[in-house]
């Protein structure tokens, strides 16, 4: 939005209808001045007082300083952030290395039918569908029964203890996950140990395709689920003691008491968590993927983003791996907007 | 504010205050309920503590599959291969590096940024806050981030392809920005007539009275900048820019042949295991040591983040 889009000074909902108090510095605009009477036309700039609003000449003037406070970040977001989505166009217009950053010429949806028709990019589509699919439904609830089970422990110091343990792998990189992981399915490692000591054999877990679902969505587990409690240990403590005692005299047993006032009572954040979850539904850890999978399981662990990252950067496919990418990041968006949609008509919860 | 969060304890509470004794039923689910955290706590600190084991035992014994909870064959001559190799300590340096300088610019745009937002009389602020928020549901993609970073920008192989490309969280910004707002406006105003300007106010008093979230936001941008491991493997192809985090990606896909396995490679898993172990301890050590002391920082940054949603 340009800084001096007329459409913006009346449309802007935040600015507040009540007269602004400056911060401090001293307003030279004569705040306050009667509306001038009939007769005359008010100026653009009364008729905006008269609101209770400021024109961008006099909001500048008066906050040059706050607003030199943006120069750099609003830099920033545009040029790491605004520049590649504008990027994309390169999905419908051929780019050659070296050339025109925005590419060379329009193909229109070459690209896209390029991979509509290609087998491989099906494959991993529902690779993604199936993983996401997987990790939404078993990675979004647990947390919610953990944060009730951590809520019904008396002891303060047993509470911290299991907090602070469970929080731990949210703070470890990527690349020291994946190592962990791997080292644990490894034909030496804990799970094959149990494995023979229940008289099995060793399997090779990451050779073997079938596998690899469960390892990704069991590590998530262990690296998501404690710090997931987080958020609903917070509304937790917010929910009415009164509902619980009424619950009580009506002769709700705990069972009943957690199933009517607990639950209802911490709904708006699990909407909010999942609504969330959806969004990112699609990107299905990329770098985790990326660095468990070996091409003997890409039968399973291939995904969008990591077919997309091998054509693209690897093989130099950029305008084809843009295409898929913008497909992916559009989906994304279909799914947070509608899951938004759906929870504030259903439930009235919503992320805006 | 940054304080304990003390959740306080609603079940007790509600128990004594009622002076109601446990059903039978109830009482069963107690001890149940603590039997089955126990493990969960258990399970989750397990890999870490295997991890140890195994930097602490041979390479024979990992090897026959005998370790879990305790070192088999006890020797710390792994510690001793990991650390002389000068490539890991350069790269240990580089993280470090990364990690201060990545900390510093993400700090100073998020603070001006989010304080900017946080006053009522900027005109736009809807506008501006909406030009942050919508890169949290659409963003550019892998592609297009690599051709501007790699191509237009030239930061090939600099230290700027990693530390700028993410330098705004922007939920780190809602944080900042939810808490400045909560700020008292009568100090400013009360500065102000004391003639001093919006910089003034925001370095003299803003700040000073911010240190808390300003130490969180700080931990937040250290853990993920010093985590982080992807710009790196995208953008640098020297060995000595390396971060800590790829030496040791390369380290992992190079025994376990992650990336460009074969069938016969596939026995070579075990080699190293040990090494990958140690090398894994000494990049989390700075995280572990640190975390328990901190935690209550991260825990308040969510919940100040939480407040507006």
Same mark, same amino acid.
């Given at each position: 939005?340009?800084?001096?889009?007329?459409?913006?000074?009346?449309?802007?909902?935040?600015?507040?209808?009540?007269?602004?108090?400056?911060?401090?510095?001293?307003?030279?605009?004569?705040?306050?001045?009667?509306?001038?009477?009939?007769?005359?036309?008010?100026?653009?700039?009364?008729?905006?007082?008269?609101?209770?609003?400021?024109?961008?000449?006099?909001?500048?003037?008066?906050?040059?300083?706050?607003?030199?406070?943006?120069?750099?970040?609003?830099?920033?977001?545009?040029?790491?952030?605004?520049?590649?989505?504008?990027?994309?166009?390169?999905?419908?217009?051929?780019?050659?290395?070296?050339?025109?950053?925005?590419?060379?010429?329009?193909?229109?949806?070459?690209?896209?039918?390029?991979?509509?028709?290609?087998?491989?990019?099906?494959?991993?589509?529902?690779?993604?569908?199936?993983?996401?699919?997987?990790?939404?439904?078993?990675?979004?609830?647990?947390?919610?029964?953990?944060?009730?089970?951590?809520?019904?422990?008396?002891?303060?110091?047993?509470?911290?203890?299991?907090?602070?343990?469970?929080?731990?792998?949210?703070?470890?990189?990527?690349?020291?996950?994946?190592?962990?992981?791997?080292?644990?399915?490894?034909?030496?490692?804990?799970?094959?140990?149990?494995?023979?000591?229940?008289?099995?054999?060793?399997?090779?877990?990451?050779?073997?395709?079938?596998?690899?679902?469960?390892?990704?969505?069991?590590?998530?587990?262990?690296?998501?689920?404690?710090?997931?409690?987080?958020?609903?240990?917070?509304?937790?403590?917010?929910?009415?003691?009164?509902?619980?005692?009424?619950?009580?005299?009506?002769?709700?047993?705990?069972?009943?008491?957690?199933?009517?006032?607990?639950?209802?009572?911490?709904?708006?954040?699990?909407?909010?968590?999942?609504?969330?979850?959806?969004?990112?539904?699609?990107?299905?850890?990329?770098?985790?993927?990326?660095?468990?999978?070996?091409?003997?399981?890409?039968?399973?662990?291939?995904?969008?983003?990591?077919?997309?990252?091998?054509?693209?950067?690897?093989?130099?496919?950029?305008?084809?791996?843009?295409?898929?990418?913008?497909?992916?990041?559009?989906?994304?968006?279909?799914?947070?907007?509608?899951?938004?949609?759906?929870?504030?008509?259903?439930?009235?919860?919503?992320?805006? | 504010?940054?304080?304990?969060?003390?959740?306080?304890?609603?079940?007790?509470?509600?128990?004594?205050?009622?002076?109601?004794?446990?059903?039978?039923?109830?009482?069963?689910?107690?001890?149940? #309920?603590? %039997? =089955?955290? @126990?493990? &969960?706590?258990? $399970?989750?600190?397990?890999?870490?503590?295997?991890?140890? +084991?195994?930097?602490?035992?041979?390479?024979?014994?990992?090897?026959?599959?005998?370790?879990?909870?305790?070192?088999?064959?006890?020797?710390?001559?792994?510690?001793?291969?990991?650390?002389?190799?000068?490539?890991?300590?350069?790269?240990?340096? #580089?993280? %470090? =590096?990364? @990690?201060? &300088?990545?900390? $510093?610019?993400?700090?100073?745009?998020?603070?001006?940024? +989010?304080?900017?937002?946080?006053?009522?009389?900027?005109?736009?602020?809807?506008?501006?806050?909406?030009?942050?928020?919508?890169?949290?549901?659409?963003?550019?993609?892998?592609?297009?981030?690599?051709?501007?970073?790699?191509?237009?920008?030239?930061?090939?192989?600099?230290?700027?392809?990693?530390?700028?490309?993410?330098?705004?969280?922007?939920?780190?910004?809602?944080?900042?920005?939810?808490?400045?707002?909560?700020?008292?406006?009568?100090?400013?105003?009360?500065?102000?007539?004391?003639?001093?300007?919006?910089?003034?106010?925001?370095?003299?008093?803003?700040?000073?009275?911010?240190?808390?979230?300003?130490?969180?936001?700080?931990?937040?941008?250290?853990?993920?900048?010093?985590?982080?491991?992807?710009?790196?493997?995208?953008?640098?192809?020297?060995?000595?820019?390396?971060?800590?985090?790829?030496?040791?990606?390369?380290?992992?896909?190079?025994?376990?042949?992650?990336?460009?396995?074969?069938?016969?490679?596939?026995?070579?898993?075990?080699?190293?295991?040990?090494?990958?172990?140690?090398?894994?301890?000494?990049?989390?050590?700075?995280?572990?040591?640190?975390?328990?002391?901190?935690?209550?920082?991260?825990?308040?940054?969510?919940?100040?983040?939480?407040?507006?949603?």
């Amino acid at each position: 939005m340009s800084l001096h889009d007329p459409v913006s000074v009346t449309s802007d909902p935040e600015v507040p209808d009540v007269p602004l108090a400056p911060a401090g510095v001293p307003d030279a605009s004569g705040r306050g001045a009667p509306p001038p009477d009939g007769g005359a036309r008010p100026s653009r700039e009364q008729r905006l007082r008269m609101q209770g609003k400021t024109s961008w000449r006099v909001a500048l003037k008066r906050d040059w300083r706050l607003y030199s406070f943006l120069v750099l970040p609003l830099i920033f977001l545009l040029v790491f952030k605004y520049v590649p989505m504008v990027g994309n166009v390169i999905a419908f217009r051929r780019f050659r290395p070296g050339g025109n950053p925005f590419g060379d010429e329009w193909v229109g949806f070459h690209y896209f039918d390029q991979f509509i028709h290609n087998q491989q990019f099906w494959t991993v589509f529902w690779n993604t569908v199936i993983l996401g699919g997987l990790t939404l439904a078993i990675c979004f609830p647990l947390p919610i029964i953990l944060a009730l089970m951590l809520n019904e422990l008396r002891s303060r110091r047993f509470k911290k203890v299991v907090q602070t343990i469970t929080y731990l792998p949210h703070f470890m990189s990527i690349v020291i996950v994946a190592g962990i992981v791997l080292q644990l399915v490894s034909v030496d490692g804990t799970v094959n140990q149990i494995v023979r000591g229940f008289g099995g054999d060793a399997i090779s877990f990451m050779q073997e395709p079938g596998w690899f679902r469960s390892i990704y969505v069991s590590s998530e587990v262990w690296q998501t689920v404690g710090w997931g409690t987080i958020l609903y240990l917070a509304a937790l403590t917010t929910v009415d003691d009164q509902l619980y005692e009424a619950a009580r005299i009506d002769g709700a047993n705990r069972w009943q008491q957690t199933w009517h006032v607990t639950l209802p009572g911490i709904r708006p954040t699990m909407m909010v968590l999942l609504i969330l979850n959806i969004g990112s539904f699609m990107a299905v850890g990329f770098e985790k993927v990326l660095l468990l999978q070996n091409p003997l399981i890409y039968s399973t662990a291939d995904v969008i983003s990591t077919y997309l990252y091998r054509v693209g950067i690897q093989s130099a496919q950029f305008s084809y791996a843009a295409a898929i990418g913008l497909f992916e990041s559009l989906i994304g968006l279909v799914l947070v907007l509608s899951a938004n949609f759906a929870s504030r008509r259903l439930v009235g919860a919503s992320l805006w | 504010m940054v304080t304990e969060t003390s959740t306080p304890d609603v079940t007790a509470v509600r128990a004594a205050s009622l002076g109601v004794k446990d059903t039978r039923g109830y009482a069963i689910f107690r001890v149940v #309920n603590a %039997v =089955v955290l @126990t493990l &969960v706590a258990a $399970i989750t600190l397990y890999p870490f503590i295997n991890l140890v +084991a195994k930097s602490f035992s041979s390479e024979g014994h990992i090897a026959a599959g005998q370790v879990n909870l305790i070192p088999r064959g006890f020797n710390v001559t792994t510690f001793d291969a990991v650390v002389s190799d000068p490539m890991f300590w350069e790269n240990y340096k #580089n993280t %470090v =590096v990364y @990690t201060v &300088v990545g900390t $510093i610019i993400s700090m100073a745009l998020t603070t001006t940024y +989010a304080y900017a937002l946080s006053r009522p009389n900027l005109k736009g602020r809807g506008a501006f806050t909406g030009i942050a928020l919508f890169t949290m549901f659409f963003s550019g993609g892998l592609i297009p981030n690599y051709i501007l970073v790699a191509n237009v920008l030239h930061m090939r192989n600099t230290m700027w392809a990693i530390v700028l490309p993410g330098a705004i969280s922007v939920f780190n910004l809602l944080v900042m920005k939810s808490f400045f707002e909560n700020f008292p406006s009568e100090l400013e105003e009360a500065a102000a007539l004391d003639g001093m300007t919006t910089y003034g106010v925001f370095l003299k008093i803003v700040l000073p009275l911010s240190k808390a979230v300003l130490a969180t936001m700080t931990l937040f941008y250290a853990v993920s900048m010093w985590n982080s491991w992807f710009g790196a493997f995208l953008y640098l192809d020297k060995k000595d820019l390396f971060p800590v985090t790829v030496y040791l990606r390369n380290l992992i896909a190079a025994t376990t042949g992650s990336q460009e396995i074969t069938g016969s490679q596939a026995d070579a898993v075990q080699i190293g295991a040990n090494v990958q172990s140690v090398t894994m301890l000494l990049t989390v050590l700075p995280i572990v040591c640190f975390y328990p002391f901190v935690q209550k920082y991260f825990v308040s940054g969510v919940m100040l983040g939480s407040v507006k949603g």
